[in-house]
């Protein structure tokens, strides 16, 4: 099972302080927090993408490609990328670039933004927003997936003869989630190709996450991908830690009480019993991520916000060595345990996708679609 943090890459004033750090201090944090990440032993650094302010994340893969020069285990990706406000062309580039720099470490998450103005800033309408997610997708895999395109949608300019350059490295184009709080039509899309379907999870009552999780396995299994407890899950969560549940209560309620996202609204501790959001000691912790499997499923993925709402940078980097160091050793653990043995426990990565070879479903466009055709081919053989 893969664990690992993930950053919308705000730029919030400590309340604490009334100090806000420049876009410069901001990113340079994010990258400190990527380098803490592997050196204690997580799996995954993930990043926003966000174009409006507060946020400083315009350009994951510059960053990402920074922090892949600097790392050498640690598998980066996106949360998420923006499918409807990007050109699929200009994504299937930079992120296959991303994966010859990197080595193979990079997967990326699809999602559709939720800030409204970005939208027709990048000359989109966001009403448009699921049939651009749906539309771009697909043109993204036939880039990743065909030597030369011709294309023509709804949104973009038709493309003639186009070859994506560079291709997937090795010829294997990266793993992808799709990204959603609340749309089922992204878990359906996740479920058609055989992808993975990310929850965020964060802000949401549990019978919620539960019932967006269950679908994406219903469908996953009737496009004869596997088993619906065989499908691809990941979720988010944000935790706060320390000593004491007191201490970390006393310590976190100032950021959260101000915090753009979620403060002057719930009190701290109506938040925590509504949603995952876990400040406490790291055993509660421990418990609380464990209690996720009971009703999603055994799952592939976790990654933890730790780094938002004006939290200093020395604060945050102690959060992620205790999730290294006292958290995620007892998750593995524990997770394996309860794990059945037919449910796979990491998610694909480059070198399990190459080593599937080139004949595997991932490498074609469509593979829910050619296992309907096998289906009818076999069922017209048997009858004839």
């Known amino acids: 099972m893969q664990f690992g943090i993930f950053s919308v890459g705000d730029v919030t004033t400590d309340p604490t302080t009334g100090r806000t750090p420049s876009e410069a201090e901001r990113i340079a944090s994010m990258t400190q927090l990527a380098l803490k990440a592997e050196e204690v032993g997580l799996d995954v650094f993930a990043t926003g993408e966000h174009h409006n302010p507060p946020f400083v994340v315009s350009s994951p893969t510059t960053h990402l490609g920074y922090i892949a020069a600097k790392t050498e285990k640690l598998l980066l990706s996106t949360s998420t990328t923006l499918i409807t406000t990007n050109d699929p062309v200009k994504i299937a580039e930079d992120y296959a670039f991303l994966q010859h720099l990197s080595g193979g470490r990079v997967d ?30 697909h043109l993204l895999r036939k880039l990743w997936r065909e030597p030369v395109v011709n294309w023509q949608g709804q949104f973009r300019t038709p493309l003639q003869g186009y070859t994506s350059t560079p291709a997937p490295l090795d010829g294997t184009p990266p793993f992808v989630w799709h990204g959603s709080i609340r749309s089922t039509e992204i878990a359906e899309q996740a479920a058609y190709y055989g992808d993975g379907f990310f929850h965020n999870h964060i802000f949401w009552n549990k019978e919620h996450t539960e019932a967006m999780v269950k679908l994406y396995r219903q469908r996953f299994e009737h496009y004869g991908h596997g088993a619906a407890d065989q499908a691809y899950v990941g979720l988010g969560g944000q935790v706060f830690m320390a000593g004491s549940e007191a201490e970390a209560k006393r310590v976190f309620r100032p950021y959260f ?9 719930p009190s701290l501790e109506d938040f925590t019993e509504m949603t995952p959001l876990t400040v406490g000691t790291p055993e509660q912790v421990i418990e609380r991520t464990l209690g996720f499997a009971d009703y999603v499923g055994d799952y592939q993925r976790q990654l933890f916000l730790v780094d938002h709402a004006g939290l200093p940078t020395s604060l945050v980097l102690e959060q992620v060595e205790m999730l290294g160091t006292e958290v995620v050793p007892v998750l593995r653990t524990e997770f394996e345990r309860r794990r059945p043995a037919h449910v796979p426990s990491d998610p694909p990565t480059h070198a399990s996708l190459v080593a599937a070879g080139p004949d595997a479903p991932h490498h074609l ?3 829910a679609r050619a296992l309907v055709e096998e289906r009818a081919q076999q069922a017209a053989g048997a009858s004839a």
Do not use: C, Q, S
């Open 257 to 265: 009480d101000n915090a753009p996202v979620y403060g002057h609204g």
């Open 365 to 367: 466009v469509e593979p």
């Open 108 to 137: 990326l998450m699809m999602g559709r933004g939720n800030t409204g103005p970005v939208y027709p800033w990048f000359g989109k309408d966001i009403r448009d927003g699921i049939k651009l997610a749906v539309e771009n997708y």
